[in-house]
T-cell receptor, first 114, second 114 residues
Framework: KNQVEQSPQSLIILEGKNCTLQ??????????LRWYKQDTGRGPVSLTI?????NTKSNGRYTATLDADTKQSSLHITASQLSDSASYIC?????????????FGRGTQLTVWP | DSGVTQTPKHLITATGQRVTLRCSPR?????VYWYQQSLDQGLQFLIQ???????AKGNILERFSAQQFPDLHSELNLSSLELGDSALYFC?????????????FGPGTRLTVL
C-alpha cells in the first residue's frame, strides 16, 4: 500500500535552534518528493522538490535530503525563526499511469518559541 | 503570492445547502486541482481538470462536482452540505497535465457548515 508517514507529528523548539523533520514513504514507482510549508490558514508553499537522482537540495535555511534506497527524506531547518512556525508536509509522487498519483503525509506541526 | 486566486475567502452556510467555490489558476497554467483539508485530516485530493476536461479523480464525494471553463477558471460545487464538509478547500494549478508536476496553491476558501 502506498503511504507517506511523517514524524514527529508536532515539534516545539526555541528560536535559533536547528531541527529535523522526517518523511518515510512506501510509494512506488517513485517520481519525486516535495516538501511544502503551510502557514496556519494559508495555502501550502513549495520548499523543495527532489527526483530519484538527487540526494540533497537546499532553499535558504531549509535543506532536504533523500535516500531513495531506504525511502526516507528529511527536512533540516537551520537557525530557526519565529516565522518557521508552520505545518511541513511531505508529498510523494508516483508514476505508473499517464498522470501519476500524489500521496500526502499528514504533516509535522512546528512551533518556534522566542 | 502563488498567482492562484480563490473566492470567497470565507463561507458560512447551513446543512443541506449548496455552495460554489471559485478558482483562477496562474496565468498560463492549464491544470487545476481541488483539495480538501479538514482539521483532523491532511490534504485530500479531490479532482483535477486539464484544459477544460476532467483528468483525475481522488476522494471526491458524489455530492461534490467541479468544472473548468474555457477561460480556465474552475468552480467546485458542494451540495447537500453536511457538518463534516466544514474544511479548508484549496485550489492549485500547474502548467502540465501530470500530477507529479509542481503545483502552486491558492490561499484557500474556509467553509463552515452550521
Amino acid at each position: 500500500k502506498n503511504q507517506v508517514e511523517q514524524s514527529p507529528q508536532s515539534l516545539i523548539i526555541l528560536e535559533g535552534k536547528n531541527c529535523t523533520l522526517q518523511c518515510n514513504y512506501t510509494v512506488s514507482p517513485f517520481s519525486n518528493l516535495r516538501w511544502y510549508k503551510q502557514d496556519t490558514g494559508r495555502g501550502p508553499v513549495s520548499l523543495t522538490i527532489m527526483t530519484f537522482s538527487e540526494n540533497t537540495k537546499s532553499n535558504g535555511r531549509y535543506t532536504a535530503t533523500l535516500d531513495a534506497d531506504t525511502k526516507q527524506s528529511s527536512l533540516h531547518i537551520t537557525a530557526s525563526q519565529l516565522s518557521d512556525s508552520a505545518s511541513y508536509i511531505c508529498v510523494v509522487s508516483a508514476r505508473g499511469s499517464t498522470l501519476g498519483r500524489l500521496y500526502f503525509g499528514r504533516g509535522t506541526q512546528l512551533t518556534v518559541w522566542p | 503570492d502563488s498567482g492562484v486566486t480563490q473566492t470567497p475567502k470565507h463561507l458560512i452556510t447551513a446543512t443541506g445547502q449548496r455552495v460554489t467555490l471559485r478558482c483562477s489558476p496562474r496565468s498560463g497554467d492549464l491544470s487545476v486541482y481541488w483539495y480538501q483539508q479538514s482539521l483532523d485530516q491532511g490534504l485530500q485530493f479531490l479532482i483535477q481538470y486539464y484544459n477544460g476536461e476532467e483528468r483525475a479523480k481522488g476522494n471526491i464525494l458524489e455530492r461534490f462536482s467541479a468544472q473548468q471553463f474555457p477561460d480556465l477558471h474552475s468552480e467546485l460545487n458542494l451540495s447537500s452540505l453536511e457538518l463534516g464538509d466544514s474544511a479548508l478547500y484549496f485550489c492549485a494549478s500547474s502548467s502540465h497535465e501530470a500530477l507529479y508536476n509542481e503545483q502552486f496553491f491558492g490561499p484557500g476558501t474556509r467553509l463552515t457548515v452550521l
